[in-house]
Structure formats: C-alpha cells, structure tokens
Nanobody, 125 residues
Framework: QVRLVDSGGGLVQAGGSLRLSCDAS????????MGWFRQAPGKEREFVAF????????YYEASVKGRFTISRDNANDTVFLQMNRLKPEDTAAYYC??????????????????WGQGTQVTVSS
C-alpha cells in the first residue's frame, strides 16, 4: 500500500522560509516522479513543482520559480520542497504527489496517482 506523509508546514511571516518533507512508502521510490501541489481555500488544487526520477531535472510553476526548490533523497524515499521568500499568496495546504515517471509534463492533478494528506502553510503579511 502506497503511503505519502507530508510534514513541515506552519505559520511564517512574509519573506520567511519553510521546508516541507514527504516520506514515501509502499512504492519503488526511485522509479517515481514526485511533485508538490497546493490548494488555497475556495480554489482548485494547483501544480507547484515536480522532480523527475531519471535525471533529477525539475519543473516549476511560474510564480514559485526562483523561490522554491524541489529535491529528493532516493536513499530515504523522501522529497522536499524548500520555500524561500514566502508571500501571503503562497498560503495553502500543500500536498505531495507521486506518479510513475515518463515523458509527459503532468501539470494536472488527474495525472498523479498518489497523494499525501497535506500540510498547511500560512504566510502572514
């Protein structure tokens, strides 16, 4: 049974930093693409970033590029999201996601197979 456990959220002032973690089990982690999505109240769940398993290349949503960094530790089946220079508009529940790696660029939530339970990030102005 695949399980993704998100952690690391919290309350931070604008301009601050947080590091999210996602511990995976029940899958061959090194063969999966890992990603992060977020969902603000009243809004759809949106793509934030993903990292490929093949070459650790990354892809970011435009508004977080240059501020957020996704990384993975295949030895410990963990994916991270380092978030710097946080803004109030980054406030959301953040969800880890996993899907088998492949050639497509999966920006839609429907293209991801497994999800974490979410961790809340709140950025105060």
């Amino acid at each position: 049974q695949v399980r993704l456990v998100d952690s690391g959220g919290g309350l931070v002032q604008a301009g601050g930093s947080l590091r999210l973690s996602c511990d995976a089990s029940g899958l061959t982690f090194s063969t999966y693409r890992m990603g992060w999505f977020r969902q603000a109240p009243g809004k759809e769940r949106e793509f934030v970033a993903f990292i490929r398993r093949s070459d650790d290349s990354t892809y970011y949503e435009a508004s977080v590029k240059g501020r957020f960094t996704i990384s993975r530790d295949n030895a410990n089946d963990t994916v991270f999201l380092q978030m710097n220079r946080l803004k109030p508009e980054d406030t959301a529940a953040y969800y880890c996601a996993a899907r088998p790696d492949g050639p497509i660029i999966p920006l839609d939530r429907e293209l991801w197979n497994y999800w974490g339970q979410g961790t809340q990030v709140t950025v105060s102005s």
